[in-house]
């Protein structure tokens, strides 16, 4: 009995998953991919990305040549490195399964040891990236290359040293990761490296704790430690080794040094409340970004990106921050998948009424122009580029500037609104970012950034130009350098007359900004002195007013600044302690420890033969460790097409014997082609006799296209026992399937699923007639999906799933009916703390014969309830229909299979809210659980079949309900719920309390 409620539930809950929410993975666009091949690396990429190629390959013989020498290691096979050519061909990948989320610059996949990275428009961060990325594909390396081993091995490998060696090793030290640190250590608190150092902290954390040791203690021990640590692939026993101090020791040292260096800027720096004002005072405490400010023609006005309601949105606030206008995440229209506020901004038009922004739909970059007293879309640009951003509306109010990715570079392009025509601004493989026009509508001012160097290119990867400002005279269509330095200068925008700029510059380590005049950057003065960085200005057409966002405290918020030229301050900024260090090889930034402690003698005495912010060198390597022979060439090789080749993915095996049963065995392996385009999956096991027990299961996956396409098929011969008629049986079970998915967007999607079943059930040492049961059961589904995910469960969104189901009238059909299920859900967040979730599911199945409906509702229990009970006489009055019937929870306060019947309606509704910030207990076992979540919640519903309703009424008489209360804990590899539910008729309780534990998200 207990056996068969088991495959029940398996396999019920294996054909809801078919059926299950979630976003989409839409391929908009069919890539065709090339390589170019080396011995330790493979350079893969798609149609239509110009030089970027092979670019790419002279960086990357240029990186495995650095940590070839570094590591003292190299691959016995060529790392895949995948390269797409733009953020929104990148999102569509399969090479993870995963939905991509917006700002990833990059991933390693695990089993494959696969690279995977977009071009971005900015040469430098791509580079950095592609550098970041194959530092993990050498730390997945040298822990051993495929099998079970290997994968165990690096999910060791605590995080903050994941990331942080990889930022360390690629960018060594830069202001932007300064800047990180200062406003951390200043305004929060610094984790010692270890478990509670997560999310960008164990980037920028792990990446400042690597940079201590090299400074304080000196390359060659560093690098020994590196080498230690390929060997015993333990980081505290190589700490312990190379430094003889603990990893707890060291932490403590290197925050002392982090308040040493950093403490002093608080009497340095000014406070921005001295001199502006808090546009986002009222919100702040609610949103953790609002950004690119732009203020209306009149300077009434100020449009900024915020998360305030979760979504991005675009909210539109009067000088004092009080909302007056809001342009939703769907921004009028439906299938909207992003706005990018982190890189892209917006832009009034010259009357006001307007508002130009970019937009993700359909896997492309648009401009979309809002009314915005009207709440109406007004207009949408569909542009034949990759990558949008930054529009930028004219004075005149005829055209648009704005910058997009063609192939490989960035450039500036023009869009006439009169002809509905676009023209290339600028052509060059430097990259341009930020355009504004002059109030005369005669220039536009931009950010620029070289390429990185020409081939041959530097080796040194921290040797990259900077931004820069230049402009372009649109009468002439010339460009024209304004700076040529090498710190930071971008994000310009003009003064109303036209005669002076604000713009962002890290002249003294610190994004501040500073105004000055068009014609002579160089003498600019900065405006801003604060802790943490500014950026994004725009000053005001009429009046004189600039705002800007601004990063502290590990949220940004937006600031006004009046009358900024009766403002401006002396003309240097006292300069961070990197930035001296930077500049003069004197000035130590991390001091070196005591002489007992252990110090590289080479670096004990004399300066490191680098600069302090530039990561180390493979000349560094002590000359007594051997080298890796790698000859970088120089020159790319000819591309070869790709070709299909399957590698394994996961395998898994497992044999064992019973004295009862004899010899059993387990096998699971999945294989994918390099894309991920091609997925198949094997499974099986065996035990004792072929012919009495073996389970096998086989599908395979095409998804290169927009239509994926999953097939398979499986063969089941088991006993089974069911205690009620105290009987065995020997059932054989074979069938196949094909599942068929189509996206509309990233939210929404319909499928098609058809399943065939043959089963044959034979009694056990009886003579009972052989029963043979036949199926066919297509069914249509529609899913819609744009929930935001919280910690234990959905945040805020809707979910919508619908579906019809048929098991045709053929002869050979031994149940034919027609059912039709919904599943609504709709979630509120409230103040950023409380979740209000409501849910309201519905279904009705019909004969197509003589005979009642297969299809039943079975109402009661929880999902994955695994203390459960069940309803023993319902099971055995449904034993027949339990293939086709769904399972409708929560129904909290009953049993599985407590009420049944061929219509269902099911409500819930659930307050939940946090309950329990942190539990932790030391002894017998130490354990800590952070952030349980309470829940109040109401049930409501029945099942039941036609003739129990009145005549034109289509609901039942009576609705059963269940209340209650419950708990949920976010574990890390599963959520774990407790509920305590109380059967009643919704005027008294009608039964005692019944407890649930269940595991998986709240629904």
Not at 479 to 503: C, M
Not at 807 to 820: D, G, M, Q
Not at 895 to 908: H, Q, V
Request: aromatic letters at 14%; hydrophobic letters at 35%; glycine letters at 6%.
């Amino acid at each position: 009995m207990k056996r068969m409620v088991i495959i029940l539930l398996y396999m019920l809950f294996w054909s809801n998953s078919c059926f299950g929410f979630g976003k989409n993975k839409v391929q908009y666009q069919t890539l065709h991919w090339d390589a170019f091949k080396t011995p330790h690396f493979e350079l893969y990429f798609h149609q239509n990305q110009g030089d970027l190629p092979a670019i790419s390959f002279l960086w990357l013989e240029e990186i495995y040549d650095d940590l070839s020498s570094r590591f003292q290691f190299a691959h016995q096979e060529p790392i895949p490195v995948i390269l797409y050519g733009s953020p929104n061909l990148f999102e569509q990948t399969n090479i993870i399964t995963e939905i991509i989320p917006e700002g990833v610059g990059g991933f390693t996949e695990l089993f494959q040891n696969r690279v995977a990275l977009p071009f971005n428009g900015s040469y430098k961060e791509f580079r950095h990236v592609l550098h970041h990325e194959m530092i993990h594909a050498f730390v997945f390396g040298f822990f051993g290359e495929g099998g079970a081993f290997f994968r165990n091995a690096v999910t060791q490998v605590p995080l903050w040293l994941h990331e942080g060696l990889a930022e360390f090793l690629s960018s060594g030290w830069n202001s932007e990761a300064d800047m990180f640190m200062i406003d951390r250590t200043i305004n929060s608190t610094i984790p010692l490296p270890g478990p509670q150092m997560g999310g960008y902290m164990a980037y920028k954390g792990g990446q400042s704790f690597l940079y201590f040791l090299y400074c304080s203690r000196g390359a060659a021990l560093f690098n020994q430690f590196l080498l230690t640590f390929k060997e015993t692939r333990s980081v505290e026993n190589s700490l312990e080794k190379i430094y003889e101090k603990d990893l707890r020791q060291l932490g403590e040292q290197w925050r002392n040094e982090l308040k040493r260096l950093y403490w002093p800027e608080i009497g340095i720096r000014t406070p921005p409340e001295l001199i502006g004002l808090k546009v986002t005072d009222k919100i702040s405490e609610k949103s953790r970004f609002n950004l690119r400010p732009r203020l209306s023609p009149d300077g009434e006005l100020i449009a900024f990106y915020t998360d305030l309601r979760d979504y991005t949105q675009i909210v539109i606030t009067d000088r004092d921050g009080k909302i007056m206008h809001r342009i939703n995440h769907r921004a009028y229209d439906t299938g909207v998948e992003s706005f990018y506020p982190f890189r892209s901004g917006l832009s009034w038009s010259p009357d006001g009424s307007k508002i130009a922004f970019v937009t993700k739909k359909q896997g492309a970059d648009e401009i979309r122009i809002v009314n915005i007293q009207d709440k109406k879309l007004y207009k949408v640009i569909n542009l034949p580029f990759s990558f949008v951003s930054s529009p930028d509306w004219s004075p005149d109010g005829n055209y648009l500037v704005f910058s997009a990715i063609e192939k490989d570079r960035q450039n500036l392009y023009l869009y006439n609104f009169q002809t509905d025509s676009t023209t290339a601004l600028t052509s060059t493989i430097t990259a341009e970012f930020t355009p504004r026009f002059s109030p005369d509508n005669r220039r536009v001012i931009y950010s620029v950034q070289d390429t990185c160097g020409t081939i041959p290119l530097p080796v040194n990867t921290h040797n990259l130009p900077a931004h820069n400002l230049a402009y372009i005279n649109l009468a002439e269509m010339t460009s024209h350098k304004l700076t040529n330095n090498p710190w930071n200068e971008k994000e310009p925008s003009f003064s109303p007359d036209g005669a002076s700029i604000v713009f962002v510059s890290d002249r003294n380590g610190i994004d501040n900004l500073y105004t000055g005049p068009f014609s002579s950057p160089a003498e600019a003065l900065p405006l801003t002195d604060f802790i943490g960085s500014s950026s994004s200005p725009d000053w005001c057409k009429k009046g004189s007013t600039v705002v800007f966002e601004h990063f502290q405290n590990q949220s940004w918020n937006i600031w006004s600044i009046d009358n900024p030229e009766d403002k401006q301050l002396s003309d240097t900024l006292e300069q961070t302690m990197w930035k001296k260090a930077m500049l003069d090889s004197s000035v130590h930034f991390f001091r070196k420890p005591p002489t007992h402690a252990p110090i590289d003698s080479s670096e004990a005495d004399v300066e490191s033969e680098t600069d302090n912010n530039q990561s180390p060198t493979p000349k560094e390597i002590s000359e007594d460790q051997q080298s890796i022979p790698w000859s970088p060439t120089g020159e790319t090789p000819h591309s070869t097409p790709y070709r299909l080749k399957f590698s394994p993915d996961l395998i898994s095996f497992g044999l064992g014997i019973n004295t009862y049963y004899g010899i059993a065995g387990q096998w699971f392996l999945t294989f994918s082609d390099l894309m991920g385009d091609h997925r198949v999956a094997v499974a099986g096991d065996i035990q004792g006799r072929f012919d009495e027990y073996m389970h096998l299961y086989f599908s395979y996956s095409y998804l290169r296209r927009r239509l994926n396409i999953t097939a398979g098929t499986y063969y089941s011969k088991d006993y089974s026992y069911e205690s009620i008629f105290n009987k065995i049986y020997h059932d054989t079970d074979f069938g196949a399937f094909i599942h068929m998915n189509y996206p509309f967007s990233k939210f929404s999607r319909t499928d098609l699923h058809l399943f065939a079943r043959r089963i044959e059930r034979e009694a056990y040492k009886s003579e009972a007639e052989k029963i043979t049961s036949h199926t066919i059961l297509p069914s249509v589904h529609y899913v819609y999906d744009d929930i935001l995910w919280g910690i234990t469960g959905p945040l805020t969104g809707r979910r919508t799933r619908t579906r019809l189901s048929v098991s045709p009238p053929l002869e050979f059909i031994n149940n034919p009916f027609i059912s039709f299920d919904s599943d609504v859900r709709s979630y509120i967040h409230i103040n950023k703390q409380f979740v209000w979730a409501n849910r309201l599911a519905v279904g009705a199945s019909l004969p197509l014969g003589d005979e009642p409906a297969a299809r039943r509702f079975f109402l009661g229990g929880n999902d994955n309830w695994f203390n459960y009970r069940i309803n023993l006489e319902n099971y055995r009055e449904n034993l027949t229909n339990t293939f086709y019937s769904e399972f409708m929870a929560p129904l909290r306060g009953w049993n599985y299979i407590d009420i049944t019947g061929e219509r269902a309606l099911l409500f819930n509704t659930e307050f939940r809210f946090p309950f329990i910030r942190e539990f932790s207990i030391a002894w017998p076992l130490p354990l800590r659980i952070r952030y349980i979540n309470g829940a109040l919640f109401a049930d409501a519903g029945n099942a039941w079949d036609r003739e129990e309703q009145k005549a034109f009424w289509p609901l039942p008489p009576k609705i059963y309900g269940g209340v209650g209360m419950g708990m949920r804990a976010n574990l890390g590899m599963f959520v774990l719920r407790y509920d305590r539910g109380w059967p009643t008729d919704w005027k008294k309780i009608t039964g005692p309390a019944v407890n649930y534990f269940s595991l998986g998200a709240e629904f």
